[in-house]
Every structure is written in structure tokens, then in C-alpha cells.
């Protein structure tokens, strides 16, 4: 940090802390054009930043650097190359502590992060995060809609929308990333965006089944026994028209002089 204050000509009394919020430097100075301006760093409570790591780093090993040193034509290539460029030294080797995982590779040498933290800083490429507020408003929006949706469609057509739904919000949350480094959540809003839908879908089907047997009772009571609905919803395979032989005994009545009545 002390280094960006001494490039961009930060005054140590035109820093502003505001953890949770921003490390303001005042009056900085472009090295190259001499334009003055504000530089708004934005911060978590522990005044920690999150890192725009650029694509590709250029890096040297120390035995390059005293080969060139011998080397005319090569020490010009190089002078050109780091001409007006800000260099960083740092120590790493295999079986040390100095390389380790960040969110775009799994073996990265951690000496590069100082540089990437000055680009950061110096090219104003900030990422935020828009925090928990703005991000349980997402949430909150995306389960409304998935309910209003469901009430107005079928379970097929509901699922196939949610699904273009949240493709639709992966693609906005990419677009936010990669054209403003604003971080928006994916997991909680997508996760609840399932869960919201499967449940949906579980209840729509609990309460149709269940609006079906009440059906079926209330229509058979009426001509068969109360038992037989019962069994009927007990083993829905015995109304299959196959057929069963069964050995059974049969008794007809009739009343005693009916006719004449």
C-alpha cells in the first residue's frame, strides 16, 4: 500500500478509512498524464479488497536477469519491455509455501499477487460485491416471480421457465462481472430458484392426488360399501380389467309373495 501511495503521490493525510465501505485516496496523481483525481478502493470491515487478477503476467527468473546483464542484445530487449513499467521482486520456488491456489488457478506464484493488487488499484479495475442486501432482493424477486409462474402454468411449461430463468440470471450475472466487476450472488439465488420450484411442483402433485381420492370416496360411497373405496385406493392395480378366478358362493333371494304386491 505504501508503494501505491508513493506512485500515484498520495499524501498519508489524504487517505480516508471507512472499513465495510472504502479507502479513499485523494488528490492522486496519474504517473503518465499528471491528472489529478480520486481513487474510491472498495472494502470489506477488514479493510480487505477483492483482487482483479489480469490475464497474463509477465515474470523473469533471477538467472534471466544476470544473463542479460552480459548479454547486449538481450538487456535491450528487456529495456525495452520494461521500459515505464512498474517491477515487482519477489521470491518463489517448488516445496515452498510461495505458490498456491486463487480463484483462477490451482498453482499460482503468490509473488504475483502484489502486482496484481497495484494493477488493481492503479487501473481502477475494482470488483465489487453489491453485499447481502442488494443479493436477498434478487432472491426475494426470483421466488415471486417462480410463484406467480406457477399459478399460470402447467408443471411442464413451469419447469422448462424457471429453467430459462435462471440461465437467463447466470447470463446477467456474467455480464455484470465482466463488464463492471460487479459480483453478484449465484448460489443462494439459483439454489432457492430449485428448491422453490421443486417444492411447488411437490405440492401441486400432493394436493391433485389427494383432491382425486377424496373424489373417488365421496363417488363410490354413494353405491358400494365404505370399505371398498378404502381398498380400491389400497391397491389401485385390482381395478385393471385382467380379471381374477376365484372360487365363490352366490345366493339369491327374493321376497316371499312380492308379486302379488
Keep these: 500500500f505504501a508503494s501505491v501511495l508513493k506512485i500515484l503521490n498520495v499524501a498519508p493525510e489524504d487517505v480516508i478509512i471507512m472499513p465495510g465501505k472504502s479507502i479513499l485516496l485523494r488528490n492522486a496523481t496519474d504517473p503518465n498524464t499528471r491528472e489529478r483525481f480520486d481513487i474510491d478502493i472498495p472494502v ?7 483482487v482483479n487478477y489480469p490475464e497474463n503476467q509477465i515474470g523473469y527468473s533471477f538467472s534471466d536477469v544476470l544473463e542479460a546483464e552480459n548479454n547486449t542484445e538481450k538487456f535491450a530487449d528487456w529495456q525495452q519491455d ?5 517491477c515487482v521482486i519477489g521470491y518463489f520456488s517448488t516445496g515452498t ?13 503468490l509473488a504475483y499477487i502484489h502486482s496484481a493488487i497495484l494493477n488493481t488499484i492503479l487501473t481502477r479495475n475494482f470488483l465489487r460485491d453489491v453485499g447481502w442486501p442488494i443479493n436477498l432482493v434478487i432472491t426475494t424477486t426470483l421466488l415471486v416471480l417462480i410463484s ?32 463492471s466487476g460487479v459480483i453478484l450472488a449465484i448460489f443462494h439465488p439459483v439454489l432457492t430458484a430449485l428448491l422453490s ?24 360411497k354413494t353405491y358400494v360399501s365404505k370399505q371398498m373405496p378404502a381398498q380400491l385406493l389400497a391397491k389401485p392395480e385390482t381395478l385393471a380389467p385382467t380379471g381374477k378366478r376365484k372360487a365363490i358362493s352366490i345366493m339369491f333371494s327374493d321376497v316371499l309373495k312380492f308379486s302379488i304386491l
Excluded: C, H
Design 197 to 220: 420450484a421443486y417444492s411447488l411442483i411437490i405440492l401441486y402433485w400432493y394436493t391433485t392426488e389427494e383432491r382425486e381420492r377424496k373424489y373417488l370416496r365421496s363417488a363410490f
Design 148 to 179: 406467480i409462474l406457477f399459478s399460470k402454468l402447467s408443471p411442464m411449461r413451469f419447469t422448462l421457465v424457471v429453467m430459462l430463468i435462471i440461465i437467463a440470471y447466470l447470463a446477467l450475472a456474467n455480464q455484470a462481472f465482466q463488464s
Design 97 to 109: 509455501g510461495d505458490i498456491g491456489p486463487i480463484p483462477l488457478q490451482t498453482s499460482y506464484f
Design 44 to 50: 470489506d470491515d477488514q479493510l480487505q479488497m477483492l
Design 82 to 86: 520494461v521500459q515505464g513499467r512498474i
